[in-house]
């Protein structure tokens, strides 16, 4: 064999063992690759993940703040009107006792609610009162229950107003503090 042929022969031969290291390595280079390449691909989607829960939460709070300011006016808007429609139904009623005030029942009802004080004065001092928009019946009234009645200073919506001082004793059966109770029980 001639040198030609044998450098033919070691150049295949170096070759052919380069070609194959060249190959292992890049086997081991396109391997390490394709490893960091699912790790950034994986970060990656993590990421992704991560912003779109952050998006997510951020509208969700957003919505749910929304609604909450939304729920927040809604209240306040059903308790306005309930309170106008508390307020309507108490005018209402008031007027009702203005109307009732000038009817016989009216003076019935005085005189019972006057009968009762008395019995419950047992004997005792009883000074009664009614509203100075009622001293235009005092005289009857004085008259059908036996008693001293007394008119008012202070206008409070009708009915009686009785004081047993030995007892210390205040009788309000006056439509003001009726109503005022009620006022204060009333819901819808």
């Not at 729920?71 to 209402?92: D, G, I, N, S, W």
């Amino acid at each position: 064999m001639e040198i030609n042929e044998k450098l033919d022969i070691f150049y295949r031969a170096a070759i052919d063992a380069a070609n194959e290291q060249s190959a292992a390595m890049l086997d081991k280079y396109r391997a390490r690759y394709e490893e960091n390449l699912a790790e950034y691909q994986q970060g990656k989607q993590k990421e992704q993940q991560t912003r779109e829960r952050i998006a997510q939460e951020r509208v969700r709070k957003k919505v749910n703040r929304a609604l909450s300011e939304e729920m927040v006016q809604l209240k306040k808007e059903y308790h306005e009107a309930q309170e106008e429609k508390k307020e309507e139904l108490f005018a209402l009623v008031e007027q009702k006792i203005a109307d009732y005030r000038t009817t016989k029942a009216y003076v019935a009802l005085l005189e019972q609610k006057i009968a009762q004080a008395v019995r419950f004065a047992n004997g005792d001092e009883l000074r009664v009162y009614i509203d100075p928009a009622d001293a235009h019946i005092e005289q009857e009234l004085e008259k059908k229950c036996g008693c001293r009645i007394l008119v008012s200073a202070y206008p409070f919506g009708g009915g009686i107003r009785a004081v047993i001082p030995a007892k210390n004793v205040l009788i309000d059966e006056s439509f003001d503090s009726k109503l005022a109770a009620e006022r204060e029980q009333f819901s819808f």
